[in-house]
């Protein structure tokens, strides 16, 4: 096996990889509402050359296959200065999983791009649309390369950010204003656990580079007898809770479906490219730190979240909203097999479903442009006239419904498999939940997803007004839709054998099988190929039977099944849940601290003010009526004794004679009387 070297043109080309999309959003933002075309050609030419570029170096990867590579550049500047213990650098980290995602995810955004050059045609805020997808892009290819938790959480943060835009890109809206804050406040939350796992880990190993970490984690181990101290275990949930948040998981998955207000290609940024697929990238990323007592709770979390958000894609009317419920559904698979140890095939799955995701999403705007209505039931018949979106979503449907030789059917099958693994090595109830709720989520995939387009392009069409004006969308919707298919149909036989199941190899905290480990993966993947071919084909046959060959009417199931079908429908109430207790919690909170702020803080400073100002006025009157008063008072009297003294002192001889005659006599007057 060769080794893969690496020289300083790659690591330029991988620099210039989400360095492009980034210059190029500055260049948009700045001029390109200027220029022909109000600059599109500026974010969709960036990501071209970045996916060219990523697409090269992958290529390079797999010319000389080596699954267990990992190369660092660490020649950068210095985001916190200071001794070589505690310093934290910009790098590169390029190893198997970091050249398959900057592949993929260049690939993937730059048709997305392409897609929306005709879908936003016409719209008002074209150019910085343009502009913020273009730094969403950025954000996912500079954190699938970083090298440490850093940059990561920077790129991790800018996608926070571009979310928000992009979600309310149609801000006009009610709704979608409510949305993009929804889902910013909503992944905050995780985004603050996260950031409060790389805090402890910063204290406590005093680095934040990924290598490092993993190769600390063994020595903290080894100090403490084997066993994950607190601290270690508390970082690693929190990490995950990041996760939770950012890839939709339950409980906070509330914002993903929300999200389906923004544009189309949005939505197919969010669900396939970016987003979401960051907080599984990060699980793996982070599997080290999950001690396994937190890897069994991360593979409930996800095994609960694929089979919860199955039911309610069910029920679903609006096109959107079944692909964003599949969406959070197909990551629950992701995060359960990265819980149970099988990393590669949670990866593998993420980058499979991460192209038939963007078809469906991509090829449900192409409908949406032809026939301006979202719900479902006003479709119907649109095989016809248009043939091309047709092919792409149906090949796309057979591969996330995991039908043989479709990219889905690898992908999940290793995800199944790695879970009955699991489930023989421990054999407890508990650890076969996962293996039970993902291959009853996966019968219900199949369901659901048959429903979808047999609804929308089967049967006769229910609105004749909307059919006789649908057509076939541009070329630069369909070309995307096109390359997106044929990854649907390829993307598993290309890559599975020669390089995804191989991939766990060279991932830190994986373990190759031996033995009866060995013994039972081999069975287990028997069972797991059978058994997710049997429920993909019932819940597809199930499908057919409801909606194409009308052997059942949905309407009499949903009027026996009344109560459950109302709580599947309106998602088991958990926003309303959340309305009740977390919102009006904080509301109370907030009004509890409002009247504290007017009566408690404000009182006291109001009091102090008006105490201020009794003594004030006490102070005035005294100093006016006592110390003014005495002083003017002595004035008064002075000016009285002045006045009377005037009467004497005239200036006068004759006065002064007269005066004097006048006292002398009486003077004498009196000593005559008093003797």
């Not at 970083?146 to 950010?161: Q, T």
């Not at 889905?408 to 023989?424: E, N, Q, R, W």
């Not at 219900?444 to 997803?449: R, V």
């Not at 797991?528 to 597809?540: C, E, H, N, P, R």
């Amino acid at each position: 096996m060769a080794d893969i070297v690496f020289d300083g043109g790659d690591f330029a080309r991988l620099a210039a990889v989400p360095l492009i999309p980034l210059g190029a959003f500055f260049v948009q933002t700045l001029v390109g509402r200027f220029g022909p075309r109000k600059g599109d050609w500026i974010p969709v030419g960036a990501l071209a050359i970045a996916a060219a570029l990523g697409i090269f170096e992958f290529a390079k990867c797999l010319t000389v296959w080596n699954p267990g590579f990992r190369v660092e550049w660490k020649e950068a500047f210095d985001w916190i200065p200071g001794p070589a213990e505690s310093r934290a650098s910009f790098g590169i980290l390029y190893d198997n999983l970091s050249a398959t995602m900057t592949a993929a995810v260049g690939l993937i955004a730059f048709l997305i791009h392409l897609f929306s050059v005709g879908y936003m045609h016409g719209d008002r805020r074209y150019a910085s649309f343009f502009a913020h997808l273009c730094l969403f892009s950025f954000g996912m290819l500079g954190l699938v390369l970083s090298d440490n938790f850093l940059s990561f959480f920077a790129c991790w943060e800018v996608m926070g950010l571009c979310s928000y835009l992009l979600i309310g890109h149609f801000s006009e809206k009610p709704s979608a204003a409510a949305a993009c804050k929804k889902a910013f406040l909503t992944t905050r939350i995780g985004d603050v656990c996260l950031f409060l796992g790389i805090a402890i880990l910063w204290t406590r190993l005093h680095t934040f580079r990924f290598t490092e970490l993993w190769d600390a984690v063994p020595r903290v181990l080894a100090e403490n007898g084997g066993a994950y101290p607190g601290w270690l275990v508390t970082a690693g949930l929190l990490i995950f809770a990041g996760a939770v948040g950012k890839s939709a998981q339950f409980p906070l998955h509330v914002w993903l479906p929300d999200a389906m207000e923004g544009p189309t290609p949005v939505s197919a940024m969010i669900h396939a490219a970016t987003m979401v697929a960051a907080g599984v990238f990060l699980t793996a990323r982070a599997f080290l730190f999950l001690s396994p007592e937190a890897r069994i709770a991360v593979a409930l979390v996800g095994s609960f979240t694929a089979i919860f958000a199955a039911t309610i894609g069910i029920c679903q009317t609006d096109i959107k909203r079944v692909l964003a419920y599949s969406t959070v559904s197909q990551l629950g698979f992701m995060i359960a097999g990265i819980g149970v140890g099988g990393i590669a095939a949670g990866l593998f799955h993420m980058v499979t479903h991460a192209a038939f995701k963007a078809c469906l999403f991509l090829g449900s705007g192409s409908v949406i442009h032809a026939v301006h209505t979202q719900e479902m039931p006003q479709m119907g018949g649109l095989r016809r006239r248009m043939p091309i979106t047709y092919g792409t979503m149906l090949v796309s449907t057979l591969a996330i419904a995991g039908v043989p030789l479709f990219a889905g059917f690898y992908s999940k099958d290793a995800i199944l498999s790695s879970t009955l693994v699991h489930a023989m090595e421990h054999g407890s109830i508990l650890h076969a939940l996962p293996a039970i709720f993902l291959f009853t989520a996966a019968g219900m995939t199949a369901f659901y997803m048959f429903r979808l387009i047999l609804l929308t392009f089967h049967g006769e069409p229910r609105d004749a007004h909307k059919f006789e004006h649908a057509h076939e969308s541009p070329w630069v919707m369909t070309v995307p839709l096109t390359i997106l298919g044929f990854f649907a149909v390829t993307g598993g036989w290309i890559f599975g054998e020669n390089w995804f199941l191989e991939l766990g190899k060279g991932l830190p905290g994986m373990v190759v099988a031996e033995g009866e480990a060995a013994h039972h993966e081999h069975e287990a993947h028997g069972i797991a190929m059978w058994g997710s071919i049997g429920v993909a084909g019932a819940g597809i046959l199930l499908a057919f039977a409801f909606y194409q060959w009308r052997k059942f009417s949905a309407a009499a199931w949903a009027e026996r099944w009344g109560p459950v079908h109302r709580w599947v429908k309106n998602k088991y109430y958990v926003d309303e849940f959340y309305l009740a207790t977390v919102v009006r919690f904080v509301m109370f909170l907030t009004a509890v601290q409002r009247w504290f702020d007017v009566w408690i803080v404000d009182g006291l400073v109001n009091l102090v003010g008006g105490i201020g100002r009794a003594a004030a006025a006490v102070s005035g009157w005294f100093d006016r009526w006592v110390v003014d008063g005495a002083v003017n008072l002595v004035g008064w009297l002075t000016q009285l004794w002045g006045g009377v003294a005037r009467l004497f002192q005239t200036g006068r001889v004759q006065t002064y004679v007269a005066w004097g005659v006048a006292g002398a006599v009486g003077a004498a007057s009196v000593v005559l009387w008093m003797a």
